[in-house]
C-alpha cells in the first residue's frame, strides 16, 4: 500500500540471509570460511513438511459483546492464506470462532503428531484488549492459547520454531505521531518450556490497532508483503524489522470518528526463538 488507504481505518477494539565471514591467513590473503553459517544456530528446516497454519479469522460478534462488524478482515485471511500456502504451509481458515471453538481447535492442533513437520504457524485476527483475544461470543486470553504448544505439552514441537501473528487491539491508546528527519552445535537435554515461541502482535501493549476496512490490516497486508519479497532471502527478524518499518511509516489513520484520525502505529515482537530461522528456499 502507499499509505493512502481507499476506504476507511478502524481499529479492532470495542466500539466508542547472514553474510558470510572471513579471517586472515598466515599468507594475508582474505577468506570466505567454507561454511558461512552453523547448523547449531539455525533451525532445521529438513523435514518432509514445513508444518501447519491455522488462521482463526472473526469478523461477526455477538451482540452481547458490543464488538462491531471487522470488514477488511476477509482480505487479511485471503492475503495470509496465499502467502502462507505459497511458502509451502498447509493452511487450515476457520471462520468466526467462539471463544470454545478457538480453544477446542488450537488444543486438538496442538495433540497432533508434529514430528515431520519443521514448524507451526497461526494467524489470530479479531478484536482484542491487553492480554485477551475475542472469540465471537468474548474474550479469551491470549495465554491460554499459546500454553497450548509449550514444549511440556506439545512435545513433537519441542525445539521447533512456533509462530503466532496476532492482528487485534490491545488497548484504547492512540499514538498520534512524531514528525522525524527524512531517510537519506551443542546438544541439551532440557530446554524451557516457553523456548522456541515468536509473538508477533500488530501493536504495542495498551494501543489500538488500525484495520482498512477494504483492504485490510496495516499488519496483515505488510507481514505478507515482506513474506513474500524476503522469505527466501532473510531470517525472521530481519523480515519482522521490516514489517515494523513499513507499518511505522507507510501508514497512517484515515477515519470519520473524531479525533482518530492522522494516528500512527507500531507493531511489537516477543522473540523467544533461540536459533535463526529462515524459511527454505
Request: net charge negative; glycine share 8%.
Amino acid at each position: 500500500m502507499d499509505g493512502k488507504p481507499r476506504g476507511e481505518d478502524t481499529v479492532d477494539a470495542r466500539q466508542g540471509k547472514a553474510q558470510e565471514t572471513s579471517f586472515l591467513t598466515d599468507a594475508g590473503v582474505d577468506q570466505t570460511d567454507a561454511k558461512p553459517r552453523s547448523d547449531a544456530f539455525q533451525y532445521n528446516m529438513n523435514y518432509g513438511s514445513l508444518g501447519q497454519c491455522v488462521i482463526i479469522n472473526n469478523k461477526n460478534f455477538h451482540r452481547s459483546t458490543a464488538m462491531g462488524v471487522r470488514n477488511g478482515t476477509d482480505e487479511d485471511a485471503k492475503n495470509a492464506f496465499a502467502t502462507f500456502s505459497k511458502l509451502g504451509f498447509k493452511v487450515d481458515i476457520r471462520n468466526d470462532q467462539t471463544g470454545s471453538q478457538m480453544v477446542d481447535l488450537l488444543t486438538k492442533v496442538s495433540r497432533e503428531d508434529h514430528s515431520k513437520s519443521a514448524m507451526f504457524v497461526c494467524v489470530l485476527l479479531s478484536h482484542g484488549d491487553d492480554g485477551v483475544i475475542f472469540g465471537t461470543d468474548g474474550p479469551v486470553p491470549l495465554k491460554t492459547l499459546f500454553e497450548l504448544f509449550r514444549g511440556d505439552r506439545c512435545k513433537s514441537l519441542v525445539g521447533k520454531p512456533k509462530l503466532f501473528f496476532i492482528q487485534a487491539c490491545r488497548g484504547t491508546d492512540l499514538d498520534s505521531g512524531i514528525e522525524t528527519d527524512g531517510e537519506t552445535d551443542t546438544e541439551t537435554n532440557k530446554i524451557p518450556v516457553e523456548a522456541d515461541f515468536l509473538y508477533a502482535y500488530s501493536t504495542a501493549p495498551g494501543y489500538y490497532s488500525w484495520r482498512n476496512v477494504t483492504q485490510g490490516s496495516w499488519f496483515i497486508s505488510s507481514l505478507c508483503e515482506m513474506l513474500s519479497k524476503y522469505a527466501n532471502q532473510l531470517e525472521i527478524m530481519q523480515i519482522m524489522t521490516r514489517v515494523n518499518h513499513k507499518v511505522a511509516l507507510d501508514f497512517e489513520s484515515s477515519c470519520n470518528m473524531p479525533g482518530f484520525s492522522g494516528k500512527k502505529q507500531i507493531p511489537c515482537i516477543v522473540y523467544m526463538l533461540t536459533k535463526e530461522l529462515y524459511f527454505p528456499k
